[in-house]
């Protein structure tokens, strides 16, 4: 059975960073793409990030760039979303995705 759990979330001022991660277990986690969401309360859940299985290539929605970054260590069976420079519409609950599995998600919310 696929588990995925995140965690890392919390409250942040603006400007000010969060690392969220990811664990999975289940699966063979180096196969598998790793995709992180959100979705702000009201909204429908959106793309923030996607790494690829080896860890090579990396894509970042326009609103996240130059800001996330996205990692994995397939030697631990773990992601991570590096978040800086927190903005107040970034407040969402993050969601991890991989194979057809989601996490529960972790909520982040920029307030000051």
């Known amino acids: 059975q696929v588990q995925v759990v995140e965690s890392g979330g919390g409250l942040v001022q603006p400007g000010g960073s969060l690392r969220l991660s990811c664990a999975a277990s289940g699966l063979i986690f180096s196969n598998y793409r790793m995709v992180w969401y959100r979705q702000p309360r009201g909204n429908q859940r959106e793309w923030v990030a996607a790494?690829?299985?080896?860890?090579?290539?990396?894509t970042y929605a326009d609103s996240v760039k130059g800001r996330f970054t996205i990692s994995r260590d397939n030697s631990k069976n773990m992601g991570y979303l590096q978040m800086n420079s927190l903005k107040p519409e970034d407040t969402a609950v993050y969601y991890c995705?991989?194979?057809?599995?989601w996490g529960q998600g972790t909520q982040v919310t920029v307030s000051s």
């Open positions: 995705h991989i194979w057809d599995s």
């Open positions: 790494i690829s299985s080896g860890g090579s290539t990396k």
